[in-house]
């Protein structure tokens, strides 16, 4: 390779390829490199969310609160088949915070991030709401309903990569940055392909360290610097049930530890339960749900909704490593969720910025401000002036409230398609669902079916435009398909694969994607 680019940057998550789908837009040339899949570490671990994180307001954070509540909507409009609204119901439980708290810290809620379009708040009798239905008889009787919205995480990260590589950036993923020098003003890249083991370089003017819980690992061992900030490692863990309610609305539940527990609409016929708070030691990409925190979250569950919950309930478990800036707080559930950028920019030699911390529903400002940090290192940029807060993400390009014209339109130029496969279709590919069913005019068109509506065809497009290798990649970060493929048809799309890939034919088709 051994090109020069503007920018590089390692690390395949939210914030790194954020931050290259805004740098490609402005005109600079990007390097993404990611050793693993795109969204393979915390990206895919969350809770699904787009929110202010009302309980940061204990912490009295509220710039962060701030600026994540002014986000959503801005997230929304850019990609309203991947990011929807959700009602978050918050029962009142007597002993813990009173009911005068939850109202002052939901009307700042509703007003100190600029909210348009999404609901305000309101006041539940949960006697005879239906979301008091599902939750203990006689336990609850006050309520609060406020506005968030539910993001599918992996697909996020996904898009930003696309857009990116459709403006001119270079993404390589399962690519490894064994170490970066700085010589003669550039850096240089020297990278190991960890599927033939290949070795090639690649320079750049600036490097931006976005490896997540990495981020001190590549500062020390890639660069060969020592960090002034700090990461605080904690793991967060969660659990997926059969649905606990048929309403669309979510819970955030208050326990007596004082931490607050999601239970989420999720999958259609599914409840995601989290997060839990403990500090990490270890590999981040060894983590798991350990069965303290499986139980933990099946007790606060069953402390407030009337049908209990236990371990052998859970279908689907995960837990991510969230790389927090440390503030030198005791507590993990307390540590701060913001973001912390280190920039290391002697004069005679290129720059690298440093990211510790951060969360998905900041990640577009985050973005803005590691360019305005890195512009004097730079050459002028084609488009100076920031940019993605209008410009839709793929399959983006329609209106927020259109979803249900959108489906409408996918099912009218495909009625051979089931309702179920159309809004997944819908939910995960926006305006470029066309783009995944091509010319198909009946359900045989799409070729082999491997289960729960996923075809061959849109396996060709995800391996050749979504840098989707293996089944893992397919059915627990493009989709969620794993909740509902058997272990038996997982192997046989792990099987089409490496067919496919190792024939060639698919792997040209990736190198010819825009």
Same mark, same amino acid.
């Given at each position: ?44 671990? /969350?809770?699904? +969310?787009?929110?202010?994180? !009302? #309980?940061?307001?204990?912490?009295? $954070?509220? &710039?962060?609160? @701030? ?115 700085? /010589?003669?003003? +550039?850096?240089?890249?020297? !990278? #190991?392909?960890?599927?033939?083991? $290949?070795? &090639?370089?690649? @320079? ?132 701060? &969720? ?177």
């Amino acid at each position: 390779m051994d090109q020069c680019f503007d920018i590089a940057i390692i690390g395949g998550g939210i914030n790194g390829c954020g931050i290259a789908r805004d740098a490609a837009g402005r005109g600079w040339s990007v390097i993404l490199c990611e050793k693993d899949d795109l969204a393979a570490g915390t990206s895919s671990w /969350s809770t699904k +969310l787009i929110h202010g994180g !009302l #309980r940061y307001l204990e912490n009295y $954070e509220f &710039r962060l609160v @701030r600026e994540a509540l002014s986000e959503r909507e801005v997230l929304w409009s850019i990609a309203p088949h991947i990011i929807r609204p959700l009602r978050f119901v918050l029962p009142h439980r007597k002993g813990l915070r009173p009911a005068w708290m939850l109202r002052l810290g939901l009307f700042l809620y509703d007003h100190i991030g600029g909210r348009k379009r999404l609901a305000g708040t309101r006041t539940l009798d949960l006697t005879t709401d239906p979301a008091g239905l599902p939750l203990q008889p006689g336990k609850f009787r006050l309520g609060f309903e406020y506005s968030d919205c539910r993001v599918d995480d992996a697909r996020l990260v996904v898009l930003n990569a696309r857009d990116a590589a459709d403006r001119g950036a270079r993404i390589c993923c399962r690519s490894q940055v064994e170490r970066a020098e700085r /010589s003669a003003g +550039l850096w240089t890249l020297h !990278l #190991r392909d960890v599927i033939s083991s $290949e070795r &090639r370089t690649a @320079r750049a003017r600036v490097l931006v360290n976005a490896a997540g819980p990495w981020v001190e690992d590549v500062r020390s061992r890639c660069a060969g610097l020592p960090a002034r900030a700090h990461t605080r490692l904690v793991q967060g863990s969660h659990i997926v049930v059969r649905k606990l309610f048929d309403h669309d609305r979510a819970y955030i539940l208050q326990n007596p530890d004082g931490r607050i527990v999601f239970a989420i609409p999720y999958e259609r016929d599914f409840t995601l339960i989290g997060t839990t708070d403990r500090d990490f030691e270890g590999d981040p990409s060894k983590a798991s749900a350990t069965p303290e925190e499986v139980d933990y979250l099946c007790r606060a569950v069953s402390e407030s909704f009337e049908r209990s919950i236990q371990a052998e309930d859970v279908i689907w478990s995960y837990a991510g490593v969230r790389p927090l800036y440390d503030d030198g707080t005791s507590d993990a559930q307390a540590a701060t &969720r913001d973001y912390v950028l280190e920039l290391d920019a002697p004069s005679d030699a290129p720059a690298i910025v440093s990211i510790f911390g951060g969360k998905i529903t900041t990640y577009r400002r985050l973005a803005e401000e590691v360019i305005e940090r890195l512009q004097p290192h730079l050459p002028k940029a084609i488009k100076p002036e920031a940019w993605t807060a209008d410009a839709p993400l793929p399959g983006g390009d329609f209106a927020v409230e259109g979803v249900a014209d959108l489906e409408q339109q996918i099912a009218r130029a495909y009625p051979f398609l089931a309702k179920d496969h159309v809004s997944r279709l819908a939910a995960a590919y926006g305006t470029r669902a066309a783009s995944v069913l091509g010319g198909a005019v009946d359900q045989r068109a799409l070729g082999r079916d491997f289960g729960a509506s996923l075809s061959e065809a849109e396996l060709r497009y995800l391996v050749a435009n979504e840098w989707a290798q293996t089944a893992e990649d397919i059915v627990w970060r493009r989709s969620k398909l794993g909740l509902r493929l058997t272990p038996p048809q997982i192997q046989a799309l792990n099987q089409w694969l490496a067919e496919s890939l190792g024939g060639g034919k698919i792997q040209q088709e990736l190198r010819a994607a825009p």
